[in-house]
Nanobody
Framework: VQLQASGGGLVQAGGSLRLSCAAS????????TGWFRQAPGKEREFVAA????????YYTDSVKGRFTISRDNAKNTVALQMNSLKPEDTAVYYC??????????????????WGQGTQVTVSS
């Protein structure tokens, strides 16, 4: 499975961005896709995830009500709509896919494949 993340950029606080993660290869085995982010000098943190079959979604508390994750199974893509962006959302955002046992969406080890990352910068 290969993942290609796109959609990052520079936006002012309060603005919006839409990230996209396109999956290719053996996509039939994908069970869930998640978004993580890593800011300079900080550890990687979970942002959101979606289970491909059920559509169940998960969010970290800091983005609830502002970010929305969605998937298009036919196109093998997962989008992260980010609204009301804040400077603290600035980070490199990575998408990841799980093809195996998937218990805890917020743990990076649950994911088997990772995309290359896309930079999101929110200016104040």
């Amino acid at each position: 499975v290969q993942l290609q993340a796109s959609g990052g950029g520079l936006v002012q606080a309060g603005g919006s961005l839409r990230l996209s993660c396109a999956a290719s290869g053996r996509t039939s085995g994908i069970y869930a896709t998640g978004w993580f982010r890593q800011a300079p000098g900080k550890e990687r943190e979970f942002v959101a995830a979606v289970r491909w079959h059920s559509g169940s979604t998960y969010y970290t508390d800091s983005v609830k009500g502002r970010f929305t994750i969605s998937r298009d199974n036919a196109k093998n893509t997962v989008a992260l709509q980010m609204n009301s962006l804040k400077p603290e959302d600035t980070a490199v955002y990575y998408c990841a896919a799980s093809v195996g046992v998937y218990r805890v969406p917020g743990i990076g080890a649950e994911y088997d494949y990772w995309g290359q990352g896309t930079q999101v910068t929110v200016s104040s």
